[in-house]
């Protein structure tokens, strides 16, 4: 079955700790994403990366950081500097090709708490 | 950037009821997503359109490009169709880029048995 896995499911850090989130596709897909979700709120965009060994910022990125170094993962680390961290994370993969189809397909997520 | 404003926030019907779920949108777009999210958290592409309508099984979604508006239609609605539904417009200054996608806050939709 093809799709995208996050785990952990459900993270718990104290403050002042990095802490990495995982994603994984087996989708082929060339783009991936990583957003965050907080009540009341739409989704926004950290980072993407439309090809391997490259990435972007998205409207939030300061306070994480990722990697790309293989098509199927895209690895999200929270890092201490991020203020308020607590909230759901969302991975996504999109076949990259812009002229005919940019449907995401999303993971199941990751609840990160700040204790 | 686009500015996406979905109504009503939130929404509760009796089973069967006719669902209407609304999204308006400030900038022209290339496309328009309406996604599905369970309780559990995962997130379902249910539609892309970039202009009239389009129909799978119970839903419906439809767009007027001139009034920047969708809307997404549940008929014969069921307690299984909880969910919130969300908006999401590409706008064409982002020239379809990853960058390029506005989410809405969602609809949270109950249907009661």
């Known amino acids: 079955d093809g799709g995208i896995t996050q785990s952990p499911k459900y993270l718990f850090r104290k403050e002042g700790q990095n802490v990495t989130l995982s994603c994984e596709q087996n989708?082929?897909?060339?783009?991936m994403y990583w957003y965050r979700q907080d009540p009341g709120q739409g989704l926004r965009l950290i980072y993407y990366?439309?090809?391997?060994?490259?990435?972007q910022k998205g409207d939030i990125a300061e306070g994480y950081s990722v990697s790309r170094e293989k098509k199927e993962s895209f690895p999200l680390t929270v890092t201490s500097a991020q203020k308020n961290p607590t909230a759901f994370y969302l991975c996504?993969?999109?076949?990259?090709?812009?002229?005919?189809?940019?449907?995401?397909?999303f993971g199941p997520g990751t609840r990160l708490t700040v204790l | 950037k686009n500015e996406v404003e979905q109504s009503p926030q939130n929404l509760t019907a009796q089973e069967g009821e006719f669902i209407t779920i609304n999204c308006s949108y400030s900038v022209g777009i290339s496309a328009l997503h309406w996604l599905q999210q369970h309780p559990g958290g995962g997130i379902v592409s249910l539609f892309m359109?970039?202009?009239g309508k389009k129909k799978h099984g119970r839903l419906i979604a439809t767009i007027n490009i001139q009034e920047k508006h969708s809307s997404l239609h549940i008929t014969a609605s069921h307690p299984r169709d909880s969910a919130v539904y969300i908006c999401?417009?590409?706008?064409?200054?982002?020239?379809?880029?990853?960058?390029?996608?506005?989410f809405g806050k969602g609809t949270h939709l109950i249907i009661q048995p």
């Open positions: 996504a993969s999109s076949i990259a090709d812009r002229e005919y189809s940019d449907t995401q397909y």
């Open positions: 989708l082929n897909h060339d783009a």
């Open positions: 359109l970039s202009s």
């Open positions: 990366s439309q090809i391997v060994n490259d990435f």
């Open positions: 999401a417009v590409r706008s064409f200054y982002s020239g379809g880029g990853a960058d390029g996608l506005t």
